[in-house]
């Protein structure tokens, strides 16, 4: 074994002959411990919500959405979407067209938005596995059914004991069809079924069919997005650049992270101030480290004294300060580790810290990921380098011991 780190090691675990210092070395690394389960619980708690998040948004938005970058609709010619629907790495396409409407249920009035989809729109998203009850119908030729969004079932007070009523969706008219005429056009949306998104989408939207909403636009095969899903292991960005330069320049071609991009930025940023605050933590509780560092070097005086005369250089003097640091900081990383180990798996097993009722999951979420680890070691032990400096420098400064005996 390495000298320098097996007398570290002796000084770390040796008694102390002011037992103050065990104190605080042992103080220290308790708060090193603390502050690196929290730091990798941290991490794992909002790994938790982005996947939590991310399925969400998966039951509802698309893997890739097309838009025209003016306008809110658009055409396109039925050899085009062959064309996308022919690439080896699509799986499905559907086509959207969504408006802003007037919803009506027995006289509660609410703003909303209307969205028409086509058959392949329950395979290109998860929607039917957000279905909280009933199921989306898009194919009946006599009756039109239509799912909404939990917040807005709730909002309207939908009885759905009561199949004779419908939601009656207003939308003004396009035309002028002369002084008599309606200033807006009707839908009526018999309700089939209950889902819930975990988004804003659960508030506003009713899902229909594609062609009743085109007709209630006074439109005709028009589209708001093209919705596609990817096969499995695909890479995606290589798919949206081929889809691109099909289209052209006239469209927008958004990942789903890029289609709810606020919802993940505002949670990143919450994740690494919450990580930087407790960062700034752990630094302050390592002056409680540089102290019983320091301590140690006034303690060990003539022992470091006495290693110089033995050949010892300044250097290694520091080197040996610098590696008690680095044990005590390692000593801590460790314990943490296993302190984020023991309560992940009762948290993921057991849901020990509940979530308010209102939400849609009972206890926190939780994941854990390899690269947290590296990152939480990293922080770790730059806090355990830059604590040990002082102390270091100044055992290198100690004069060698000389036996004026001799």
């Known amino acids: 074994m390495n000298l320098t780190l097996d007398i570290a090691r002796r000084y770390l675990l040796g008694k102390k002959s002011t037992n103050a210092i ?14 690196s389960a929290a730091l990798i619980l941290i991490l794992s708690v909002f790994n938790g919500f982005e996947s939590v998040l991310t399925s969400l948004f998966d039951s509802f938005n698309p893997q890739i959405k097309v838009m025209p970058v003016s306008g809110k609709y658009f ?21 959207t067209i969504e408006e802003t409407a007037l919803i009506d249920y027995k006289g509660i009035q609410e703003v909303g938005i209307i969205k028409g989809v086509d058959e392949q729109y329950r395979y290109v998203t998860d929607i039917d596995s957000s279905l909280r009850s009933g199921k989306l119908i898009l194919d009946d030729p006599s009756i039109n059914y239509g799912i909404l969004g939990s917040g807005m079932s709730t909002k309207l007070s939908i009885n759905y004991n009561d199949a004779i009523t419908p939601v009656t969706i ?37 899902v229909t069919n594609y062609e009743r909403v085109n007709r209630l636009l006074e439109l005709k095969e028009h589209i708001s997005f093209l919705e596609i899903r990817l096969k499995d292991k695909v890479n995606e960005f290589k798919v949206i650049k081929a889809i691109a330069d099909i289209l052209g320049p006239d469209f927008l071609i958004k990942n789903r992270y890029e289609q709810d991009a606020t919802y993940f930025k505002v ?17 302050i509780i390592a002056f409680n480290m540089i102290g019983s560092l320091w301590m140690l070097v006034l303690e060990k005086k003539q022992d470091l004294s006495i290693l110089q005369a033995m050949g010892f250089t300044s250097r290694k003097i520091s080197g040996l300060i610098m590696y008690e640091g680095m044990l005590i900081a ?34 926190y979420p939780i994941e854990l990921k390899w690269w947290d680890f590296i990152l939480v070691s990293v922080t770790v032990l730059s806090i355990g380098a830059l604590a040990s400096i002082l102390p270091a420098f100044r055992a290198g400064k100690i004069t060698p011991y000389v036996n004026m005996e001799a």
């Open 267 to 283: 949670m990143n940023t919450e994740k690494w101030v919450s990580f930087l605050i407790t960062s700034f933590i752990m630094l």
């Open 75 to 95: 055409t396109m010619d039925e050899d085009t979407i062959s064309m996308i629907e022919a690439m080896a790495e699509v799986s499905h396409v559907s086509r």
């Open 330 to 363: 390692v000593v801590g990383l460790v314990s943490g580790i296993i302190l984020a180990l023991i309560l992940y798996f009762l948290q993921a097993n057991y849901g020990i810290v509940g979530i308010p009722e209102g939400f849609l999951i009972d206890a």
């Open 22 to 35: 065990n104190i605080i070395t042992w103080v220290s690394i308790l708060g090193l411990s603390i502050g």
């Open 170 to 206: 207003y939308m003004p008219t396009r035309s002028n069809r002369g002084p008599l005429a309606k200033d807006y056009r009707t839908m009526d949306v018999y309700p089939s079924g209950i889902f819930s998104a975990g988004s804003d989408a659960d508030l506003q939207y009713i």
